[in-house]
């Protein structure tokens, strides 16, 4: 078995470094700092885990026997913080990222400090039974809540702002990179709980699918251009088509409100802002314009993309891919070139 968890921990470690690297080389490309804090942090979390193969050998078993010992309770602490440091670079929220670190991360180190620093004198835990005697101590107390607090700061990463018009991702990434930093704190938090062995595998792999998920997304996916600032953006021009009530409210959120360069702009979010349900918006769509809802905003941002490429053809694509609501370079890509296609085949 220790075989085993050696061998998965130091395929880990050399992915986490390739990960690392392969940001690094490339992180100038984003204009800001995202690529920067992954790159460190994976290098950081394949250094744990090459320690963590020491230590599994060393001791011949793959976690402490003790419960919530204090090593295990304030260092992840330290962890999660980081975690933070990656959407806030990339979400771009309007309000000072002085003042959210301030109020997000201080507390934290706080904790961390009088943890680690102030001479408390732990006592240790080896079962349930020495939990529950020595329950009302300080000490017990204070790792319990330190405990908590980490799964609390896990789940408010969905409470940070988010504005489509200055975020250079869109939402579905924050929600899934929100969901994948809240799974990795649960693990350790169940692992203070239980000390599975194989609860420490999973929350190591979880963890280095995390890495590679980021650095796929950043090195394939991300398009890697500065937000606009939506008062720049060029006005644009609604068409003149046939109109009904609820037609006039669509056009109201997509074109008079910019609805079709909000890359989070869905037909179910629609639905909810018009009052309606998918299939009347469906049918407004098919009725006015001849094509589905995903049809016709696809052809909004690609026709606005080829209509500034006319104007300007050395503008460039990524940018305006990014101005015209796409977060995705495949999907970016993908509807162009299909855009293009048809275009050809319309002219011969």
Not at 218 to 243: G, K
Request: net charge neutral.
């Amino acid at each position: 078995m220790k075989v085993i968890f050696t061998i998965v921990l130091l395929l880990m470690t050399i992915g986490l470094t390739a990960c690392g690297i392969l940001l690094w080389r490339r992180r100038k490309e984003t204009g800001d700092y995202s690529r920067h804090i992954q790159a460190i942090f994976s290098w950081l979390s394949a250094l744990t885990t090459f320690v963590f193969i020491f230590r599994t050998w060393n001791e011949s078993l793959v976690v402490d026997a003790t419960l919530f010992e204090p090593e295990h309770t304030f260092v992840p602490l330290l962890m999660q913080m980081t975690f933070f440091l990656y959407p806030l670079e990339v979400i771009r929220p309007s309000i000072s990222k002085v003042k959210v670190y301030a109020l997000l991360l201080a507390p934290l180190l706080i904790l961390v400090f009088v943890g680690m620093c102030a001479g408390i004198e732990y006592t240790t835990l080896n079962n349930y039974a020495d939990l529950w005697l020595h329950l009302g101590e300080f000490n017990v107390l204070f790792r319990l809540f330190a405990i908590c607090t980490m799964l609390f700061y896990c789940f408010s990463l969905f409470l940070v702002p988010y504005d489509w018009r200055r975020s250079s991702v869109d939402k579905k990434l924050i929600m899934a990179y929100a969901m994948g930093f809240c799974l990795i704190g649960l693990l350790h938090f169940l692992i203070q709980l239980t000390h599975a062995p194989i609860l420490v595998l999973f929350h190591q792999i979880t963890w280095t699918g995390f890495f590679f998920g980021i650095t796929h997304y950043e090195l394939n996916e991300r398009l890697v251009v500065m937000p606009a600032q939506p008062e720049l953006l060029e006005e644009s021009t609604n068409t003149n088509l046939e109109h009904d009530h609820l037609w006039k409210k669509i056009l109201v959120i997509i074109d008079d409100n910019k609805g079709w360069r909000n890359p989070d702009m869905n037909l179910s979010t629609l639905t909810q802002q018009v009052f309606s349900n998918r299939t009347y918006v469906n049918d407004a769509f098919k009725r006015n314009v001849g094509m589905t809802f995903s049809e016709y905003i696809s052809r909004r941002r690609i026709a606005y993309v080829a209509e500034e490429l006319k104007r300007n053809p050395q503008a460039n694509i990524q940018e305006l891919f990014f101005h015209a609501g796409f977060r995705h370079r495949s999907t970016a890509w993908r509807h162009y070139h299909k855009w293009m296609e048809s275009s050809t085949e319309g002219h011969q």
